[in-house]
């Protein structure tokens, strides 16, 4: 009997996941053969995550936009590794001269006198080391490799010193930088101890603005020094609020605390000059995978807490009073977190203090923990720089639109650690597809996405950092294939799949493989079929109609990727029949055929595609002839 069992078992799970296989490249199938990965999804006994505690004492002479900081940083090492080196990040090294730059920040922005970030003094484990020694230090663009006096064993803890400054970027920049002479958000400005993982060993990808960032989950203990007329936003509130805070600010925060509604916390009339004091803000973050923080002497202030089942939140909103516009995203905060828990992941929001800054001179927004530096658009910008005419709901919706994907990037990465260098569509595309749960404000048909179809556009399994298209990628065909598959498996198998991989690898390094994996065991589905036509083969997005004939009508996946898609059947009689067809149907063939319902006459059959992009849109009407 028990050998009956096994045979069953063994042909069960052959049936399983033996059909297909995903592509596995080396140093995945190392992890497995090591143990830090499993092929079920979970996290193995042998997986291993490094972590540092940084202990930072900063400071901004604002005029200058000079930040000087000084870090004692100790280094976990639990891996099974001896280590013979570290490696550091100093990512404002990419506004050099000559530096490696992509498209996403604006053509003029690098500073051709910029110094990037400058070490002052480096120590590690106690031994000075001198930065331009070529024997000790190895630099890379924008990360330093130290050789260190003394290999640091398994299990074992290392110390560095390091002081440094750097000039904070210009209001050119949009990322991190200044929005006006005394208003500005920071962001990557700490030397930070890079990721060493198990698949690819030290992260030391030089940045250049086209991906994202990668960080271990580290413990922050910050002391912020600005002149005494300034107010900073933080990822964490401040330790020391009656230090920092007057008395009547701190009521008002207390009134925030217990109101639904705005409550004006900074107001033009609170703003006063300085008296050439100073004070220093202190903040403790555990367990975060990076700090931001941001400041202004002008900048008003609303606040608010939003509660509901899974706790409180405390929302609050940073801007200039010469976008008063921007008041209108408190609002869009408590709705954007009623979407994310009611519609799309369904899951607690990972931050119960999160704040929304305008330090975003363009019409997006790029988020940090706790964070988001966010633009704000009006009529007008969407005008000028996007050619659309807009009223003003569709304004509305297009701003709630950004502070819904940046508030979604609070689950990825930054409580799923994910490799968004490498992976980019993981965060990205699941920022995107949150978006397809609220009223849109422009109809995906109306754009031009031809260019999906170009041979520059590689399969997303390709690291985002290998080429140069990774936005198309990340955005746009991450986001689709997300929306595929929740169609594919319906909310309450989707929701399974998609909480049980955030429970097992939440604060951890997942891959691509581990979501699929852990979708495959938890939904008890074969996906290797729609991974692989997704993510691993050559394809782009498109469908099109063959021919309608005899009630039948005959649509043919061209692209390759099985996405979701509705049938709209305007008959004779001027009624139309809405039909969505699942992607199930792209499973085993590139053509499906569609049983038109009812007797009348049909007049013609179009393709719609909700927050899903097709390449080619002549071949998605079949009209009659008459």
């Not at 904070?168 to 890079?194: C, H, K, L, N």
């Not at 029949?577 to 792209?586: A, M, Q, S, T």
Request: glycine share 6%.
């Amino acid at each position: 009997m028990k050998q009956f069992l096994s045979l069953m078992t063994l042909i069960f799970f052959s049936s399983l996941y033996g059909q297909e296989k995903l592509y596995l490249p080396l140093e995945f199938k190392k992890a497995y053969e090591n143990g830090t990965r499993s092929q079920d999804g979970t996290v193995p006994h042998g997986y291993w995550q490094n972590r540092a505690e940084y202990d930072i004492e900063v400071s901004v002479d604002v005029p200058t936009r000079i930040l000087s900081g000084t870090a004692a940083i100790i280094y976990y090492n639990n891996s099974p590794d001896t280590l013979r080196s570290v490696v550091f990040h100093t990512y404002h090294d990419y506004l050099k001269p000559y530096t490696s730059r992509q498209v996403f920040d604006p053509l003029n922005s690098r500073a051709e006198d910029h110094k990037g970030t400058l070490i002052e003094h480096l120590v590690v484990a106690g031994d000075t080391v001198e930065i331009t020694n070529p024997e000790r230090v190895i630099y890379r663009g924008t990360n330093y490799r130290v050789i260190l006096a003394e290999p640091l064993p398994p299990k074992e803890q290392l110390e560095l010193s390091i002081k440094w400054n750097y000039q904070i970027p210009d209001e050119r920049q949009s990322r991190s930088g200044a929005f006006d002479s005394t208003s500005m958000i920071v962001g990557y400005w700490y030397p930070e101890m890079a990721v060493r993982d198990d698949i690819f060993g030290w992260d030391t990808k030089t940045f250049d603005a086209a991906t994202e960032f990668y960080h271990d989950f580290s413990d922050y203990k910050i002391a912020l020094s600005l002149p005494e007329e300034f107010t900073v936003w933080a990822s964490v509130p401040p330790d020391n609020p009656e230090e920092v805070y007057s008395e009547e600010v701190q009521n008002r925060l207390e009134q925030a605390r217990k109101s639904s509604s705005a409550i004006q916390i900074l107001t033009k009339e609170d703003l006063r000059p300085g008296t050439g004091g100073m004070k220093t803000w202190k903040f403790t973050a555990k367990d975060f995978p990076d700090f931001a923080f941001a400041f202004s002497d002008h900048f008003l202030w609303e606040a608010a807490t939003y509660t509901n089942e899974e706790g409180e939140y405390f929302l609050q909103t940073a801007y200039s009073h010469a976008n008063p516009g921007f008041g209108e995203i408190l609002p869009s905060l408590t709705t954007s977190l009623e979407s994310l828990h009611g519609e799309f992941p369904k899951y607690p929001f990972p931050y119960h203090y999160f704040t929304v800054f305008n330090g975003q001179k363009s019409l997006g927004g790029m988020e940090f923990p706790g964070m988001a530096n966010n633009g704000y658009a009006k009529k007008e910008d969407f005008r000028q720089y996007l050619g659309l005419d807009l009223n003003d709901k569709e304004a509305f919706l297009a701003n709630l639109n950004l502070t819904l994907h940046e508030m979604a990037h609070m689950y990825f990465p930054f409580m799923m650690g994910i490799n968004e260098k490498k992976y980019a569509w993981m965060d990205e595309g699941f920022a995107e597809i949150s978006s397809a749960f609220i009223e849109q404000w422009m109809p995906i048909d109306d754009m031009d996405f031809s260019y999906l179809g170009s041979l520059s556009v590689v399969p997303p399994m390709v690291p985002s950092d290998e080429h140069d298209n990774s936005g198309i990628n990340a955005y746009l065909v991450g986001g689709a294939a997300y929306l595929s598959l929740y169609e594919l498996l319906g909310d309450e198998l989707f929701n399974r799949g998609m909480h049980a991989f955030m429970n097992e690898w939440k604060h951890k390094h997942p891959t691509p493989y581990d979501l699929m994996f852990t979708f495959n065991r938890e939904t008890g589905k074969d996906l290797t079929w729609f991974w692989n036509a997704w993510y691993f083969d050559w394809g782009y997005i498109d469908l099109g109609i063959n021919d309608v004939e005899d009630r039948t009508a005959e649509i043919e996946n061209l692209g390759g990727r099985p996405m979701v898609f509705t049938i709209v059947t305007t008959y004779e009689n001027d009624e139309l029949l809405k039909e969505e067809i699942n992607p199930e149907v792209w499973k085993n063939s590139s053509i499906y055929t569609h049983s038109i319902p009812g007797s009348q006459p049909v007049k013609q059959i179009h393709l719609e595609f909700h927050h899903i992009p097709d390449a080619v849109k002549d071949n998605n009407l079949w009209k009659r002839e008459k």
